[in-house]
Structure formats: structure tokens, C-alpha cells
């Protein structure tokens, strides 16, 4: 039996379901975009990028990415014209989740992973208002160092600046405003976000390639 080969998306931090209004609303079918459709979407018409890039990006031939554009494209315009119920899925199943930043998934190399936390053990909501990040050095998906840093009194800006110096390579959180992740890209480092519970099962799950702890990003454009 074949095992479809996972292709490689930007985790959201919810699915996201978006309702007609008006007198017209018809409220029957819902229209279901797959992540991979979604990813498709946002690799071409948004960031720009061509068929071929987007299939280096998702790890899939650029047959699967003009299949999922036109299938992801077909189904928005039906629900935007029939005046359905959208939604954007986040089953994660047959998915690989990567970060923000170029989405890099090669972890056989060494990464600088920071957690924020307030008590060492359970990530915090909010990266700006942590009291310290747990930094994790990871060599070929194993930790070989483990060390908790004390957080900089917050100002804009400014954690971004301060984890860059550390040589940080990727921040999993539970959410950020989008200016936050902007700064974070400038700093060539990743952002997962959606992160809960305990540092360590969020890591494990990381490096394992299966994140996919819940959580909410920040719906207001803000740096902390």
C-alpha cells in the first residue's frame, strides 16, 4: 500500500471559517479548502512565488501544485459566487508544519530553539511578557545543551533583536501579532506558533515533525 507522501505547510494557528452576510446568505454547504490547497494558494498568488519554487517549498512536483491551486481556486470562487460558507481546514494529517520564515525543515543540521516561560517548565501565551526563554541546542534532532535565559525588560522591538543575538534559529509560542513575526523574519528566525503545555512535549513534537499543539496568535498587529 502507497503512503502519500507529506508535503510540507505553514501550521495555522485555528482553522479559519469565513460567513457570507447580506440577504442572500445561504446558509448551506460549507466550501473546505485543505491546508495543502490553502499553502498552494498563498506560496503563488500571494507571496509570488512561481509553480516551481512553491513545489520546492511544499516538497511536492509541480503537477501536485498546479492540482492543488486549481482545485483550492475552483472552490473558493464557488463559495464566493454561491454565496457558501468558507472554510480553510487545518488537518495536519498529511502534513509537515513549518515555521514562518522560509519554512526551512532541515533538521539533521544544529538549531538554537527559544521557548518563552515563566516557569521553566510550560510555554507562555504571550513570547513579550515571559520572565525567561528556555534555549534548547539541537545537533541532528538531539539536545545536547539546555539553558534558561532571563527575559530583557520589554520594549518594542526589542526581544527579536536580543534572540537574533543569541543566534537563535527558531521561537515556538503561543501567538504574535504580525509586526512581531515580521521583526522575528528580519532576524532570520523562524516563528511556529500555536504552541502549549510543556516545553518538552511541544520540542519533542518539533523535532519529530508532527507540531501540533493548539493555540491562538495575536488577531492585533503588535510586538510583544
Known sequence: MNTRKKRYCRRLEREKIYK??????NTGETVK??????????????EGLSQ?????????SRATIQRLLLSGRKKLVSGLLNNNMIMV????????????????????GTLKI??????KNTVDEHFGHCEFFAIYDIN?????????????????????????????TTIITGGMGQRAIDLFKAQNID?????????MANLNEYLGG???????????DHDH
Open 114 to 119: 527559544a521557548f518563552p516561560t515563566s516557569n
Open 52 to 60: 516551481i519554487d512553491a513545489s520546492k517549498e511544499m516538497n511536492v
Open 20 to 25: 457570507p452576510c447580506g440577504p442572500n446568505l
Open 33 to 46: 479548502i485543505e491546508l495543502d490547497e490553502f499553502e498552494a494558494i498563498r506560496l503563488c498568488d500571494y
Open 191 to 199: 516563528v511556529i506558533l500555536g504552541a502549549r503545555g510543556e516545553i
Open 140 to 168: 541532528s534532532k538531539k539536545i545536547v545543551k539546555e539553558e534558561f535565559v532571563e527575559a530583557p525588560e520589554h520594549q518594542p522591538g526589542l526581544l527579536p533583536r536580543f534572540l537574533g543575538e543569541l543566534n537563535i
Open 89 to 108: 481546514k487545518n488537518e495536519t494529517s498529511n502534513i509537515t508544519l513549518k515555521g514562518e520564515n522560509k519554512m526551512n525543515t532541515n533538521l539533521e
Open 210 to 220: 508532527d507540531l501540533e499543539s493548539t493555540g491562538s496568535a495575536c488577531t492585533h
